[in-house]
Every structure is written in structure tokens, then in C-alpha cells.
């Protein structure tokens, strides 16, 4: 089976940093993505690992280490508009499947 | 920028009703995804399209059937509808040209929200 753990919750205040971790145990793996979900919203894209290492795109970077089968979202100068569901997904190797973890509701607070 | 479309956005049908939910991907994407989502739960993967063919399918019920048309747009049919089948149900396209590689920027629909009485 499919397991994607990450923390339920995080609480956080402005101006900080936070990381957002995600284990996985897949039957095959291609690459590890993150969305961001405000309540009541869609998903958005933030960012994806293919490879191990450390991709920035802007306040937010990702890490995977597919030897650990471990990633994290790390958000930096974090924003009231941060707060949000954050959601790791991997992808079932070279297929159009994905698995979602069960998501960290993120709590930015002034 | 076009986005991707889905209707109705809301719905309430009754049990053992049948309810079809439509999807309009961003044009020239190439794959649609159909997700779950109950309350306080993750998106779970129902079932994906590649060049109108069915692709993969995850955790779809056998009540539950989807398909993709020759425009792309693509149609989840839903039949026998039980209580537990209220959620959200997203609609996500992408392509070989979304994000960084292949196929891995998912682009989501606004989801319609399906009540069953």
C-alpha cells in the first residue's frame, strides 16, 4: 500500500521559518510534490523534487532524499496569507497517479 | 490565463441518485486527473485520462465511471450515490510542458461540492 506521513499541524509566527516534513512508503516513486490548499480553495502547485537535493522557488524550498524516502517544504519569512494546508503528493513512478499525504494545517499567527 | 473549469460547482442529489460532474481542462493539456476530497481529508486519487484513454485509476468505487471526450473535456458519472460520497471532488489537468518536467505541475479545477441527502 501507499503511506505519506506528515505532522497534522503547525503553528508558527510571522516573520519565522517552518518546516513541513513527509515520509513515504510507496510501491514506486518518481518524484515528490508539494500543494497548498486554503480552506474551501483548490490545490496549488508549489513545488516539485525529482531528484535528491534542494529546489528554492522564491520563500519556499523543497528537500528530498529519496534514499531516506524523505522530503520537507521549508517556508521562510512566513505570512498571515501562509496559513493554509500543505499537502506532500508523490508520484507513482512514470505513471499519471499521484498519493497525497494527509496534510499539516499550517497556523501563522501575529 | 485559462483555467481549469468544472461544473457544477455545487450539487445536493439524494441517496441511490445518479449525478454527472464535468471537468474542461486548460487547453492543450494532455492529462486529466479526477480527485476525492472528504472533509479535514487529503485529495485521493480516483482515476486519470492521457489522450483520452484512461491512464491510471486509484481508489475509484465501481458505482463511479469517467471518461474522456474528443474535445478533452471529461465527465465523472456517478450512480447509486451513497452518504459517504459527499465531498469535493477536484478536477486537475496537466501536460508534458507543465512545471519543471514531465507532467509534474497539477493544475486544479475549483471543485464541485457534492451533497448526498
Known amino acids: 500500500g501507499q503511506s505519506l506521513e506528515q505532522p497534522s499541524e503547525v503553528t508558527a509566527v510571522e516573520g519565522a521559518i517552518v518546516q513541513i516534513n513527509c515520509t513515504y512508503q510507496?510501491?514506486?516513486?518518481?518524484?515528490l510534490s508539494w500543494y497548498q490548499q486554503h480552506d474551501g480553495g483548490a490545490p496549488t502547485f508549489l513545488s516539485y523534487?525529482?531528484?535528491?537535493g534542494l529546489e528554492e522557488t522564491g520563500r519556499f524550498s523543497s528537500f528530498l532524499s529519496r534514499s531516506d524516502s524523505y522530503g520537507y517544504l521549508l517556508l521562510q519569512e512566513l505570512q498571515m496569507k501562509d496559513s493554509a494546508s500543505y499537502f506532500c503528493?508523490?508520484?507513482?513512478?512514470?505513471?499519471?497517479?499521484?498519493?497525497f499525504g494527509s496534510g499539516t494545517k499550517l497556523n501563522v499567527k501575529p | 490565463a485559462a483555467g481549469v473549469i468544472q461544473s457544477p460547482r455545487h450539487l445536493i442529489k439524494e441517496k441511490r441518485e445518479t449525478a454527472t460532474l464535468k471537468c474542461y481542462p486548460i487547453?492543450?493539456?494532455?492529462?486529466v486527473y479526477w480527485y476525492q476530497q472528504g472533509p479535514g481529508q487529503d485529495p485521493q486519487f480516483l482515476i486519470s485520462?492521457?489522450?483520452?484513454?484512461?491512464?491510471d485509476k486509484g481508489s475509484i468505487p465501481d458505482r463511479f465511471s469517467a471518461q474522456q471526450f474528443s474535445d478533452y473535456h471529461s465527465e465523472l458519472n456517478m450512480s447509486s450515490l451513497e452518504l459517504g460520497d459527499s465531498a469535493l471532488y477536484f478536477c486537475?489537468?496537466?501536460?508534458?510542458?507543465?512545471?519543471?518536467?514531465?507532467?509534474?505541475?497539477?493544475?486544479f479545477g475549483p471543485g464541485t461540492r457534492l451533497t448526498v441527502l
Open positions: 510507496t510501491s514506486g516513486f518518481y518524484g
Open positions: 487547453p492543450r493539456h494532455d492529462t
Open positions: 523534487n525529482g531528484l535528491d
Open positions: 503528493a508523490v508520484r507513482e513512478a512514470d505513471f499519471n497517479k499521484f498519493y
Open positions: 486537475a489537468s496537466s501536460s508534458k510542458l507543465s512545471g519543471t518536467e514531465n507532467h509534474n505541475e497539477q493544475f
Open positions: 485520462f492521457y489522450e483520452k484513454m484512461q491512464s
